[in-house]
């Protein structure tokens, strides 16, 4: 039975997007936990640390993200456990978040002039002390307008759930379109959400480092 | 413990099907990006040259395309044409929906690049009596090019993985290659390890390949 793209269909489309911002807040919240540990090893002075970590960004930054969802799904499933693609998407997603926003960060840890953490010890700070209070507060500065734009990639690559069979605004828009036969209305209802909800990201991203590098200048 | 013996010669032995997929991984990388360096170039003409009309498609264009997911655009390209009468091999479909997506992504590269170029050397060419085209050409472009060549080649690091997706219209790339090979043999887990090694292998050559472009023909001495 076909038929037409109605009102329906739409608050359907809209009511999925909830899955795409869970999605993504799943993604964020984990990745930047596990980021911020990616990035304190990656600009650690003891070497097997950073070895791993750089190593770790390397594997999720040269292989595709698709891929990567892929064999965390069907690795649980070797592992012995059985998982659902709403939890394999959530590891995957976040997994890959963090490689991506540990480097952001290793940036941004690594712009904090030296002479800044030399101030800190010289004024007899611990290390803990010159990082967490001196280093890391400069550098929170400068990860904003990059983490902001992150956070859109992020947003954008829940869609990929779909393919794992996770059902988002994606697979919705595919299921409403096999039931309507209204693809280019279908996807591009499917677009404008998205749009939606990355474009005033991507435009607040732009406008801060805007700022700050004003106030750098 | 594991209970699970990996079998990794029974995907091993597809080698033949892996490398045609590898093959067409590379050639719709390519070709897109070819492609997509002409809108982009264009585009970034357009924005710098061009009337307020031409100024604004360039703007809707870039940033509809940067904020909507690539699997969205592949699928718009794909299910949506042939509702309007055009019918188009899956293959062209997705070498259409890349070079789209990968020239938003370089509009703004070069866009970037061309206002990295001080003003004061356009003067200069003025001055020099160059024609506009000339000092586009030779001075704002060649500068530029060489300025935002690291991110073009990340850039088409990023095409090439993010080529995987369009497994989803059923290309026959490295990723579907993976689908139908697992879906005979069952080993899936070791399918998509390997295709995965794969990808990284691909990734590394071409970060390799572009270094060493870079040193030859690229560095400014």
Redesign the interface.
């Known amino acids: 039975m076909i038929r037409d793209f109605s009102t329906g269909d739409l608050v359907l489309l809209l009511l999925a997007a909830r899955w795409t911002i869970a999605l993504s807040v799943i993604a964020f919240v984990g990745g930047s936990a596990v980021g911020l540990l990616v990035a304190l090893a990656r600009t650690s002075s003891a070497r097997i640390p950073r070895y791993l970590a750089t190593f770790y960004i390397e594997l999720f930054q040269d292989t595709p993200l698709l891929m990567q969802l892929f064999v965390v799904f069907f690795g649980a499933n070797v592992l012995g456990f059985q998982i659902s693609a709403w939890t394999a998407v959530s590891i995957g997603l976040t997994l890959y978040g963090s490689a991506f926003l540990g480097e952001i960060w290793r940036g941004c840890i690594q712009a904090v002039p030296a002479g800044q953490w030399e101030a800190a010890k010289a004024l007899g700070l611990r290390t803990w002390q010159a990082s967490l209070l001196v280093v890391l507060p400069q550098a929170l500065r400068l990860a904003v307008p990059p983490t902001i734009g992150f956070l859109v990639q992020l947003i954008k690559n829940t869609s990929l759930a779909s393919i794992v069979g996770f059902t988002e605004l994606t697979r919705t828009g595919q299921l409403v379109n096999n039931a309507t036969y209204e693809p280019l209305m279908v996807f591009l209802v499917v677009s404008l959400i998205y749009f939606a909800l990355c474009w005033p990201l991507s435009l607040a991203s732009r406008r801060l480092e805007r700022r700050l590098a004003r106030t750098a200048a | 413990m594991?209970?699970?013996t990996f079998q990794f010669g029974a995907v091993l032995r597809d080698w033949p099907l892996l490398l045609d997929g590898l093959l067409l991984t590379v050639k719709l990388s390519i070709v897109s990006m070819v492609f997509g360096m002409a809108i982009a170039t264009a585009c970034a003409f357009a924005s710098a040259y061009g009337g307020k009309g031409l100024q604004r498609g360039v703007l809707v264009y870039v940033?509809?395309i940067?904020?909507?997911?690539?699997?969205?655009?592949v699928?718009?390209v794909y299910?949506?044409l042939?509702?309007?009468g055009i019918r188009l091999p899956a293959e062209y479909a997705a070498i259409l929906a890349m070079t789209i997506n990968v020239g938003a992504y370089g509009a703004e590269i070069i866009r970037a690049g061309i206002e990295s170029i001080p003003r004061g050397q356009v003067e200069a060419g003025k001055v020099l009596g160059l024609r506009p085209l000339q000092i586009f050409r030779l001075i704002i472009l060649k500068q530029a090019l060489i300025a935002i060549y690291p991110a073009l080649t990340s850039q088409f690091?990023l095409l090439m993985?993010?080529s995987?997706?369009v497994?989803?219209i059923a290309v026959e790339e490295l990723?579907a290659t993976?689908n139908s090979i697992q879906s005979r043999n069952f080993r899936?887990?070791e399918v998509?390890?390997i295709?995965?090694l794969i990808?990284?292998a691909l990734?590394?050559a071409f970060r390799v390949a572009f270094h060493l472009i870079h040193e030859r023909w690229i560095r400014v001495r």
């Open positions: 594991l209970n699970y940033e509809f940067r904020n909507t997911p690539f699997l969205v655009q699928l718009f299910l949506g042939p509702s309007l690091i993985l993010g995987s997706i497994s989803a990723t993976a899936t887990f998509y390890f295709v995965t990808y990284m990734s590394l």
